[in-house]
């Protein structure tokens, strides 16, 4: 089938169709994301040029990834953060998807919705809406949220944010609560401790079955709990692919205790990509991205993150690292494996990963978002991806999460 033919079906796209392929993701620019460095976010193309993001949209369709995601984050992390345009500003996923899904056909879009600052229902609509616009191509990324430390906190929103435990059992509430407004007929009465919900929502009911894709990047035991109690992607954010697939497999593990298949969950290792023609070139941008991090920002942003009412599965990624070698990372990927070289290089690292075993693909990111790095990706590594057998183009096998 041609790749015209393939983009212009109106058929739904159905979940955890497992040809045996490669899926490609690509983190959409809401902002400067993934480097803390105010040189990285003014060389990047305008993320407040919706045109702009209607053409990567397109281009990243048109040269075969599977899906867009595009991550979140309502609160600054601190006035470092800001001068470092860190993730401020940050457009909202939920904003930016229908220009994304008008300027595409069949490429899938995740968007970030937090369990914390949305209501149940009012994320059920969201969802239904915006799977029903799309023509069945929307995916919710399932954040359940803890606000940065000091002044910048939750109470913006006016509410108090649950401890690390009590978050996850708030959000299991509230996705039940979503996923029962997206199936019944009939009105719902749920009572919970952290959420209730009496009655039923107006139509649309959203066109992927039972619901849309549900995906999330819980790294800790009791986040790996709830991927496997109710996600379909697990993203994965580890030191190395061993250690990912590690965690993959413990979910797994879990999900079979709730009553699903092992491959009901799958995972998608995060990556960011530093490519030039050369390995010493790409090295020597690699070392160029270094030179110009906001430390200040960096350090801001990691002690946020690492803080005991934050993430402890950050902290303890980076066990027996020093400081320095800590905020480097951090400031370079924040926790994003990182790949550095030659088309070539690249390619054989993605390889290597992808043969580790339980991934089913990798959701990619790029210092600079821009075409032409995105059309030079695609045109010298995924042949070769394609000549190694394990990279099939969705217009030759099916557009699928």
């Known amino acids: 089938m041609s790749r015209e033919s393939t983009l212009t079906k109106t058929a739904v796209r159905k979940r955890n169709n497992f040809v045996k392929s490669m899926r490609l993701g690509f983190f959409h620019p809401t902002g400067c994301l993934h480097t803390t460095s105010r040189r990285v976010a003014d060389a990047n193309p305008d993320w407040l040029d919706v045109e702009m993001h209607k053409r990567l949209a397109s281009l990243v369709e048109e040269v075969g990834f599977d899906y867009i995601f595009m991550l ?24 930016l998807a229908p220009y994304l899904f008008a300027a595409t056909k069949r490429i899938g879009v995740v968007t970030t919705l937090y369990t914390t600052t949305f209501l149940p229902a009012a994320i059920a609509r969201i969802g239904a809406n915006l799977d029903v616009l799309s023509g069945g191509r929307w995916g919710w990324n399932v954040v359940t949220g803890i606000p940065p430390r000091g ?8 509410v108090d944010f649950p401890s690390h435990q009590d978050r996850y059992d708030a959000a299991d509430e509230l996705i039940t609560i979503v996923k029962a407004l997206w199936t019944s007929d009939e009105p719902i009465d749920f009572e919970g401790k952290f959420h209730r919900s009496k009655g039923k929502i107006v139509g ?8 849309p894709l549900i995906v999330q990047a819980g790294g800790s035991p009791r986040g790996r709990e709830f991927a496997a109690k109710h996600t379909d992607y697990n993203f994965m954010i580890a030191m190395d692919p061993e250690k990912g ?17 092992e491959d009901d969950v799958v995972s998608q290792f995060a990556i960011l990509i530093f490519m030039r023609d050369t390995d010493e070139e790409a090295r020597e941008f690699y070392r160029s991205v270094v030179g110009s991090l906001d430390w200040g920002a960096v350090a801001e942003y990691y002690d946020a993150a690492a803080d005991p009412g934050g993430v402890k599965e950050t902290a303890d990624m980076y066990a027996g690292l020093s400081r320095k070698e800590i905020l480097e990372h951090w400031g370079i990927g924040q926790g994003l494996f990182r790949l550095v070289g030659s088309p070539e290089t690249i390619a054989e690292g993605l390889l ?10 990798f959701a990619l990111s790029f210092p600079i978002w821009s075409e032409h790095a995105i059309r030079d990706f695609a045109e010298k590594v995924l042949p070769i991806l394609k000549a190694e057998g394990v990279w099939i183009p969705p217009w030759e096998r099916d557009w699928c999460w």
């Open 72 to 95: 979140d984050f309502p609160i600054p992390y601190g006035p470092e953060s800001t001068r470092a345009k860190h993730m401020d500003p940050l457009l909202q996923p939920i904003m």
């Open 151 to 158: 002044e910048y906190t939750g109470e913006v929103f006016g």
């Open 204 to 211: 649309p009911k959203p066109l992927q079955e039972p619901w």
């Open 245 to 261: 697939a590690e965690l993959l497999a413990d979910t797994r593990a879990r999900a079979v205790q709730h009553g699903r298949q």
């Open 352 to 361: 290597k990963m992808y043969q580790v075993g339980c991934l089913n693909g």
